[in-house]
């Protein structure tokens, strides 16, 4: 394909084509982890796909810390080489930071991924199976062609039976296909640096702080090998911006450890309003992010990710082969929706803790068995999304290749 700029006459919506177009069954826009997973499971079963990423390098521009829950673990066959020590202690801090509660499980609960590597190895395995994934590739809209013609910028328009949107939490792709958006987030801002090895017990600190996180929390978690350092809240109570609370809570963060290397730094909009009633149409649909795969309750959004990309490219390919729409019902939001309403009601209640005092005593209230065990239950077993699969499915390749 050769490449065309903007400035070079590229054809937008609604103007002539007069590029070559680029046949496809599926166009995915946004190479994060949900749309290269998608992307592979949907060439194995046969279809051409091909993918778009804005960012010239996958190693660019990450915003998420890269945590895998114990359920993903189990799930899912991630490349073990990529993957942090387990992390079975949690401490839960009040404002105060003093007395934290901890817990902790008979297992391993958390491993941190070198995300740099699992997309690269993601991308990889994507195109063994048969995809084409180029970076630094716009999506700018679509003409009104049957099946839509998709216009990009640096790249031949591309002609796809179907569109699945990848591309992050505020989707173009969802505006494009007339379906739902994301209307409520939280703002995040992260330190991430390798730490000496052997000088703390891999752990999760949280602190529940309304001052430093609004409406979230802020954390330290400490795998041995790096130390990711980060707070998240709502944006319109951040009054001092998520910049400055983030340096001013890594100076005085529990658990922390001096940097060993140089700090990375990462940010960025994380939906927390659950899954979009409406992610399908006819003409393609949301994955990831994009669709507010993330819990509401934890933000974490790996899981679900994962979980929500297998449904898709099950769903897709079955309506392209079929022709039939009544596929598309089996990805309905609002069914999905229904796994996790409790959290969404824990959400807006969390979300109303705005001062100190409030949050010392929310933190007393879990310091009981059974406060413990909710804790526990939240943190060690988050299970606000369905199963969509019954044996280990690899992530990339099988686990350590």
Do not use: K
Not at 13 to 21: E, F, H, I, K, N
Not at 109 to 117: H, I, K, P
Not at 138 to 156: F, M, N, V, W
Not at 174 to 187: E, I, K, M, S, T
């Amino acid at each position: 394909m050769s490449g065309r700029s903007r400035a070079g006459g590229w054809p937008y919506p609604g103007s002539a084509l007069t590029s070559q177009v680029v046949r496809v069954d599926v166009l995915v826009v946004g190479a994060g982890l949900a749309g290269l997973h998608t992307a592979r499971r949907l060439a194995e079963r046969d279809l051409s796909v091909l993918v778009v990423e804005r960012r010239r390098s996958l190693t660019a521009g990450i915003r998420t810390t890269g945590i895998f829950v114990r359920r993903t673990l189990d799930d899912f066959s991630l490349p073990d080489h990529l993957l942090g020590p387990g992390i079975r202690d949690v401490l839960l801090y009040p404002p105060s930071r003093r007395s934290p509660i901890r817990l902790t499980s008979d297992r391993d609960e958390y491993r941190v991924a070198d995300m740099a590597a699992v997309y690269e190895h993601a991308r990889r395995a994507a195109e063994v199976a048969g995809v084409r994934v180029m970076l630094g590739v716009r999506y700018a809209g679509a003409s009104h062609d049957s099946p839509a013609t998709h216009l990009l910028i640096g790249a031949e328009p591309v002609s796809a039976r179907f569109l699945i949107g990848a591309d992050g939490a505020r989707s173009r792709v969802a505006r494009d296909l007339g379906l739902d958006v994301n209307r409520r987030f939280l703002v995040g801002a992260e330190l991430v640096h390798p730490v000496a090895s052997g000088r703390n017990t891999p752990a999760f600190h949280c602190v529940l702080d309304p001052r430093v996180a609004p409406g979230y929390l802020a954390w330290v978690i400490d795998d041995g090998r790096h130390a990711h350092v980060g707070v998240a809240g709502y944006p319109s109570v951040m009054r001092a911006g998520v910049r400055h609370l983030l340096d001013a809570f890594a100076a005085d963060a529990p658990g922390r450890t001096a940097p060993a290397g140089p700090i990375e730094r990462r940010g960025g909009p994380i939906p927390v309003g659950g899954v979009l009633r409406r992610l399908a149409s006819p003409a393609g649909l949301l994955v990831g992010d994009a669709a507010g795969a993330v819990s509401p309750l934890t933000a974490g959004g790996l899981d679900p990710c994962l979980r929500l990309s297998e449904l898709a490219a099950s769903v897709t390919a079955d309506f392209l082969r079929t022709g039939d729409q009544h596929e598309l019902r089996r990805y309905d939001g609002g069914g999905l929706r229904s796994h996790f309403s409790g959290r969404l009601l824990l959400r807006r209640a969390y979300a109303a803790v705005r001062s100190p005092g409030a949050a010392e005593a929310a933190v007393a209230l879990l310091r009981n068995r059974a406060g413990r065990a909710m804790a526990a239950r939240v943190l060690f077993g988050d299970r606000s999304f369905p199963d969509v699969t019954t044996h280990p499915v690899p992530v990339g390749r099988n686990s350590g290749t």
